[in-house]
């Protein structure tokens, strides 16, 4: 992978990590993204307009992203929207599951040095591997 190749990524990263830590330490919540959606779905008095700005970055910096590289974002036309939307409740089903999200176990949970989150995350990365592992044994592709 080239330097360009990373660049992406990196900015990315700090940007989020920034992001995350900051919504902890001048709001006391985490950034989780399953977390946010569920309180946009389910609002409560006074907790709803943090939510909705923070959902919007995400999809803004998208955006901006797609504007200003267009191939820095891959797309899979190949794909039948049947086949997202079953993703996003299997997604949507593992985040009740696991209690959060890779978000919030992940980058705010770890950080935090949470046992659930660490034993999530790794469940999550564990998990991810053994699925891919199973479709390419079987010559499928992801």
């Known amino acids: 992978m080239s330097i360009e190749n990373l660049t992406y990524p990196l900015i990315g990263g700090i940007l989020i990590g920034f992001s995350a830590s900051m919504l902890l330490l001048l709001k006391g919540r985490i950034f989780g993204v399953s977390g946010l959606v569920g309180g946009v779905l389910s609002p409560k ?76 995350t790794l469940t999550f990365i564990g998990a991810g591997m053994l699925i891919v592992a199973i479709i390419r044994s079987v010559g499928g592709s992801l």
């Open 45 to 120: 008095t006074g907790d709803t307009a943090w939510r909705v700005a923070a959902l919007a970055g995400l999809v803004f910096a998208g955006a901006i992203l797609s504007i200003v590289n267009p191939d820095a974002l891959p797309s899979d036309s190949s794909s039948s929207p049947f086949r997202y939307v079953i993703a996003g409740l299997l997604v949507g089903f593992g985040t009740q599951l696991g209690s959060g999200c890779t978000s919030g176990h992940g980058i705010c949970g770890m950080s935090r040095m949470s046992p659930r989150s660490i034993v999530a």
